[in-house]
């Protein structure tokens, strides 16, 4: 039935249209499940026949001209949208620059995407019974969070010249598309506009252009949906303060919509909460418009990408592969369809791909030529600052949905399996990292299982053969304090092994970074005024916890400090620790070792002066099979002036032999 609905509906833009520009529909989005495939898929409950599962496919146009060909599951070469379409994906989103050509007609590069390019990709869309997403930029290049530059044309117009522009360029943008019978599903205000937009930056004159803009839809699509959309959920508050101007200012809007990277915007959890108070604080639909996740940490066109294997602190919930990619997507979409309002999830951008894979050269040619890359030199003239130092290829090509040879990854059926759930069978899909410390003293066992991070994203252990010789391990005991990496195989996937060769520390909770004492114990003889552990990053030797300790009245800083520890491997240790302090007078103040009770040594130390850390040990601790090892130190000061005041910190019991 909803096939049908859809068919006519399309049918029905189309009699608007100008006669010779009719689209023969041919609506191929399924309704009935993909069968026969090997993603594991499970169900997304309730989610709504109408929701949204969108694609940004903007840089079509330019990848084609660069010789980019795209084939269907069945190896055919096929137009991409059809592909997509047969898929589950039933809008198309795309972004509109005013002007994306420097004087002389050369592409900014990033697809160069402009109304006649959105007229096209739009007809695709339409032709195979998909929406389209308009995404104004209201720039001449890219606009994000960190950048919204005015259109050179608009660039010395006052708020009240560019409002009128900028509602003349949405309502022409659009009527176009309608009288080319593109169905328009959706319209964004702007892109990322959390803090500007086209140049403006104070509050009423965002709020005047969106107004304009918003007026422009009404009249030209009045079905069509109206889309604010921001970035940054992660931020406490930002979207409740946007919203609430918006509300402030009367802008006429139907959608909250979000961009939400995995890397970069908080957990979905969060994105829910801020989406939920959007929704029933001021009624608004929310969804999210941009979103993605690397299905390999690998570069393929020779410009780096902004996600790879080797970016730094990066907290990601699954490993870089096409599985995770659409674990990530069903997740994304898990959480927008049951977040109140939630009418749909865009992907950006999954057909973006490498435009060859011989050379950097070849590529390069074809990214100025054509705007494949994400920016070309010639965009330089306008945005000097990014576009003009950094201009290069695809940064998001190992984010795509379709491989580097331009074949759809099987991740694509994921926009289709998420309304009937693929719940087979789940296999290993990758290996997770696995890290060992070994005493330098101690003796090196490799684990002999690794955890294999199934399909279904759930943690089996399973065995594994690591490629270490005795030579490494000869060379790990002799090589002291390092780190060493090793690679494996488990399941017929690579395995990586971290060994790091340490002094290791037997005490817990050494230098009272848990924030309570425990398993210190203290033994306050004197009853001194303050012995407590201090969260004071200023006066501790590492962390921000130490214990503190003070006293006014005279002798009253008499205690010791001590944890005991069980179940040593026999051998020899040593006893370290440091204390600081001050106003101490006369004082006996020492670190000790007792073994089974029966001192094992001391070592004296002492106080001075704020900051002047003294660090002592005790060595030649033989400790026997089953003993127990108490460790502490014991503070007497007779107090002088203001009282005797100190910290202790960081202690360490370390294996000597
Ligand atoms: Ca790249």
């Known amino acids: 039935m909803k096939k049908r609905w859809i068919v006519l509906l399309a049918a029905a833009l189309l009699f608007s249209g100008c006669a010779g520009n009719k689209i023969e529909v041919e609506n191929v989005i399924p309704t009935e499940k993909i069968e026969g495939s090997s993603l594991y898929v499970k169900k997304v409950e309730d989610l709504p026949d109408d929701f949204i599962l969108g694609m940004d496919a903007s840089s079509v146009i330019a990848e084609e001209q660069s010789g980019v060909t795209y084939y269907n599951f ?31 007609g050369n592409g900014y590069g990033g697809g160069s995407n402009d109304v006649e390019k959105a007229i096209e990709i739009g007809r695709r869309a339409t032709k195979y019974g998909m929406r389209l997403i308009v995404d104004f930029h209201y720039s001449d290049f890219w606009a994000d969070p960190g950048k919204q530059m005015v259109p050179k044309a ?145 570069d393929t066109d020779f410009s780096g990408n902004t996600i790879s ?26 959480t927008v369809a049951h977040t109140k309002n939630g009418i749909g999830v865009v992907y950006w951008e999954g057909t973006w791909i490498t435009v060859g894979m011989n050379s950097w050269e070849e590529n390069h040619e074809k990214w100025e030529k054509y705007g494949s890359g994400w920016a070309s030199s010639c965009a330089g003239g306008y945005d000097p600052d990014d576009a003009g130092k950094y201009y290069g290829g695809c940064a998001v090509d190992n984010q795509a949905m379709f491989g580097p040879d331009g074949r759809p990854l099987e991740s694509l059926k994921v926009w289709n399996l998420v309304r009937y759930g693929n719940e087979i069978e789940p296999r290993a899909d990758a290996i997770r990292d696995t890290a060992i410390e070994v005493d330098l003293k101690g003796t090196i066992e490799l684990p002999e299982t690794v955890d294999a991070i199934l399909t279904s994203n759930e943690l089996v252990p399973v065995p594994v053969k690591w490629n270490v010789t005795d030579a490494d391990l000869e060379a790990m005991y002799a090589g002291g304090v390092k780190t060493y990496a090793f690679m494996g195989e488990a399941e017929g996937l690579p395995a990586r092994l971290t060994v790091s060769m340490i002094s290791f520390n037997y005490l817990k909770n050494y230098g009272f970074e848990d924030g309570v004492a425990d398993p210190w114990q203290t033994e306050d003889r ?81 106080i001075t002066s704020y900051g002047n850390w003294d660090t002592q040990t005790v060595t030649g601790i033989a400790v026997g099979e089953g003993q127990t090892v108490t460790v502490g130190i014991s503070v007497i000061c007779s107090g002088a002036g203001n009282g005797a005041w100190g910290k202790i910190d960081d202690a360490l019991l370390n294996r000597q032999e």
């Open 309 to 334: 294997d080797e970016t730094a602190n990066i907290v990601k919930d699954y490993p870089f592969t096409v599985q995770a990619q659409a674990n990530h997507v069903r997740s994304v979409i898990d």
């Open 74 to 104: 069945a190896g055919e070469e096929q137009d991409v949208f059809k592909t997509l379409a047969e898929n589950g994906i039933t809008h198309i989103r795309v972004r509109v620059w005013n002007d994306p050509y420097d004087a002389n």
């Open 526 to 606: 004197g009853g001194a005024d303050q012995l407590y552990i201090e969260n004071k990053i200023t006066d501790s030797l590492n962390g921000t916890y130490h214990m503190h300790f003070w006293s006014a009245k005279k002798d009253s800083v008499d205690f010791s400090l001590f944890q005991e520890v069980k179940d040593l491997p026999a051998g020899t240790y040593a006893f370290t620790i440091s204390i600081m302090g001050g106003d101490a007078g006369d004082t006996e103040i020492y670190c000790y070792a007792l073994v089974d009770g029966v001192e094992a040594g001391r070592t004296p130390m002492k």
């Open 154 to 298: 608009w660039k010395d117009m006052d708020v009240r010249t560019k409002a009128d522009a900028l509602y003349a360029f949405t309502r022409e943008s659009l009527q176009q598309m309608r009288s080319e019978g593109v169905a328009v599903g959706m319209v964004q205000l702007g892109n990322e506009t959390n803090s500007m937009l086209c140049g403006e930056s104070h509050f009423e004159n965002i709020a005047r252009l969106m107004q304009a803009g918003s007026k422009a839809v009404r009249e030209v699509f009045p079905d069509a949906l109206i889309a604010v959309h921001l970035a940054n959920p992660e931020r406490a508050g930002a979207y409740d303060g946007f919203a609430k101007k918006l509300e402030t200012f009367e802008v006429d809007y139907d959608v909250l919509a979000s961009s939400y990277y995995p890397y970069w915007h908080g957990t979905l959890e969060n994105l829910q909460t801020v989406l939920n108070g959007i929704a029933e604080t001021y009624g608004k639909k929310v969804m999210v418009m941009e979103t993605s996740y690397a299905y390999t940490g690998a």
